[in-house]
């Protein structure tokens, strides 16, 4: 992308995971400005190009004959923009540099078949996997100059979740404030306090592992500082998920990076699943799954109180576990 001509040319920017998407608009506006310093830069959704805007839009302007268009929500453009969006995105005059934002999913199936059919460059912006996010802050810590193992950053993911905005927020934060420091996860989980110490993962872990003292412990530290009972459970759904695929799978003959990859989970974490393995089995991770699935209808109305559901689902969790 960094050496190719833009103008005269369309991006179709396609998924859901929104910081990608906007790094991947960004840095294709970028080599349109070094191309064309002067063209007019407008963004808009893909609704306000009802009434022949989009016509307007794609002609410059009387100061500017170059025009870079960034439509983003491309879900949800008007039938009657349709024609002509989908003409200039197979044929883009030379002063023009389309950008065309789609979030994911089946809404603008045609225009999207039209546009793979037509060859539009596609870039993708899907989520990331639970075991491609070590690789994704790798990245992120390699740009900021920061040096931090897979174990900092897996306690990072514990201290502020999977969302890669927040991530990347955190990041940033941890580089300025331990600049040319090798970042441990003691570091980051004396940065953010007592996050990195109560969430659901956190309670997932114990639970797991056996510590029902400490889970309840934790559980109810996390309730009392806002984290959502829907998290909490959700949280031991994935886990009991991954060491489900673990003990059905670990006997096949598989590299760590391919075992990593059909449980779901970072390869540095096989050997906790392995631990918890030796006290669980089949039929327990199964118990265990269905007490969560009845929580999880509890948290989400069917009780009067939902700390109470957590707590009498790990004995459940509990019992199962020593099955």
Known sequence: MATRKVFGGTLLVRGSESLLAER??????????????????????????????FADLIGGSLFASDAVVVVTDLANLPDQALPLVRQTALAPHDELCLVLVHGGGIKGKALLDALKKGGVPTVSVDPIKPWELPKFIAAEAKQLRMVMDDVAGQALVEAVGADLRALSAAL?????????????????????GGRAEVTSFAVADDALAGRHGAALERL????????????????????????GKYLELRSGSFSDQDLARQVGVPAFKLKELNRFSRDWSGRGVSVAIRAVAKADEQVKGAAADPAFALEQLLLRIAAARSR
Do not use: C, K, N
């Open 24 to 53: 991947a608009v960004a840095a294709h506006l970028a080599i349109a400005r070094r191309e064309r310093p002067d063209a007019e830069v407008t963004e808009v959704t893909a609704a306000e190009l009802a009434d022949g805007r």
């Open 172 to 192: 940033r934060q941890l580089a300025s404030d331990y600049d040319g420091e090798q970042v441990s996860a003691a570091m980051v989980q004396r940065y953010f």
């Open 220 to 243: 109810r530290w996390a309730l009392s500082t806002g984290v959502s009972p829907v998290l909490v459970t959700s949280a031991l759904a994935s886990s009991l998920r991954g060491l």
